[in-house]
């Protein structure tokens, strides 16, 4: 008699999900499931590429789904505190709402639908709504790349300038908004008119730039905005929190040394803790570049990397590249809302659950107390 060895229903699943991943890459690519009126947006490249693992898509349908959603709340109550609590009303905080309304717009525009594509494994909204989604995530991105760099100008701007500088307006703040999203704009519409092009990521779920394409009309485009809109608000974030750092840190001096003279410890009642102001305003710089680098380098090297064809590039990695670039919407609300002081009291008053309340000698916050260093006058 021969034994039957008995086998689970568990067994058979696995067996059975094992066939269907290992039938993947058989014969077929990721380009298969593509609708026929999106074809002549795939670059010939990804067709050498089999298709994603189900997994993978799963695992970035859940993914953006999460970023989705904590973008959306965390950034919609930045703009609900700022603009409903008086004394945050500032020239000032009208670019931290617009950066946080930039990044409310992008992850409203682009996570829901990259979750329903990924739970298809394909773009499934047609050509147009491809060249859209890739022209919002290039115009949300631009506005709040600019914005941060008209942040760190501002703070610039108070601590270093101090009462020399000219008081932020209103109508100055609106202006510079009202500038980045025209910006912006010029850039994101150039591919609209011959200057590259919006197609397909390279899992198909998702639409950017054209970096693959082998006219140099096409690359000169991905050369010059990375100058625009990468390298140079980049530069000028690090310049300015540069200068910031030294003008706290020349400030902390005068303050110790005055101090010494009068025999007292500190000029200050918030000196208690052992933190030299210049340490802690050279962490939030830190912080704010770090994150800002982290967010939006991935996704340049990756298009570097399709226009000087260096390296080959896969599906997968176009995909993480633009995700890590959309987390930048995330954290935003933590960098320049959760951690403004007055944002804080706000958000403990309106949603106490939510908040998390600092001691009362915590209550200054490094670029608020910098910036009564060098007060200016109303406007």
Known sequence: MSAVLYRGPAAEALDSWSQH??????????VDKVSADMLHMIDPHWYQFPPMNPLWHGL????IGVLGLISIIGNGMVIYIFMNTNNLKTPSNLLVVNLAFSDFLMMCAMSPVMLINCYYETWMFGPFACELYGCAGSLFGC???WT?????FDRYSVIVKGIAAKPMTNKGALTRIAGIWLFSLIWTLAPFFGWNRYVPEGNMTACGTDYLAKEWVSRSY????SVFVYFMPLLLIIYSYYFIIQAVAAHEKTMREQAKKMNVASLRSSDSSNTSAECKLAKIALMTISL???AWTPYL???YTGVFESAPISPLA????SLFAKANAVYNPIVYGISHPKYRAALYKKFPTLSCQVSPDENESMASSATTLTEKPAA
């Open 301 to 303: 090297v990756i298009n």
């Open 292 to 294: 800002w680098f982290m």
């Open 143 to 145: 506005a709040s790349i």
């Open 318 to 321: 176009t995909i993480w590249g």
């Open 148 to 152: 941060m760099t008209m942040i760190a």
């Open 21 to 30: 991943v290992a039938s993947y890459g058989a014969n077929k690519t990721v």
């Open 60 to 63: 970035l349908g859940f993914t």
């Open 222 to 225: 991905i050369l010059v905005y």
